[in-house]
């Protein structure tokens, strides 16, 4: 119905930027929230980053705020990520996620899911 498909990962140094991009696919609709979350080894899935439909409500972690900023282009179904200052704690799978509605800091109000991107930050 709708893919996700997470782009922009890498491996790069401590205090190096990355963009990662969210790219939806098949039928899509106005009106769907999505979030940034991430998983490092051995850790449990956490919340980054959410944006409304229009873009005008952002949330972020306390992790990132300051460092990071999601954006979108819903001309071209397209999420961003900018992640500058990155550490060493950054490194994990980076996921999009969607959802129809509001945007949220929970997982499990998101019912679309990319399969994710690594990324992984030397010291």
């Known amino acids: 119905q709708v893919q996700l498909v997470e782009s922009g990962g890498g491996l790069v140094q401590a205090g190096d930027s990355l963009r990662l991009s969210c790219a939806a696919s098949?039928?899509?609709?106005?009106?769907?929230?999505v979030a940034w979350f991430r998983q490092a080894t051995g850790k449990e899935r956490e919340f980054v980053a959410a944006i409304s439909w229009t873009g005008g409500s952002t949330y972020y972690a306390d992790s990132v705020k300051g460092r990071f900023t999601i954006s979108r282009d819903n001309a071209k179904n397209t999420v961003f990520l900018q992640m500058n200052s990155l550490k060493p704690e950054d490194t994990a799978v980076y996921y999009c996620?969607?959802?129809?509605?509001?945007?949220?800091?929970?997982?499990?109000?998101?019912?679309?899911w990319g399969q994710g991107t690594q990324v992984t930050v030397s010291s």
């Open positions: 996620a969607a959802r129809y509605g509001v945007a949220a800091t929970r997982s499990n109000v998101y019912n679309y």
């Open positions: 098949g039928r899509t609709s106005s009106g769907y929230a």
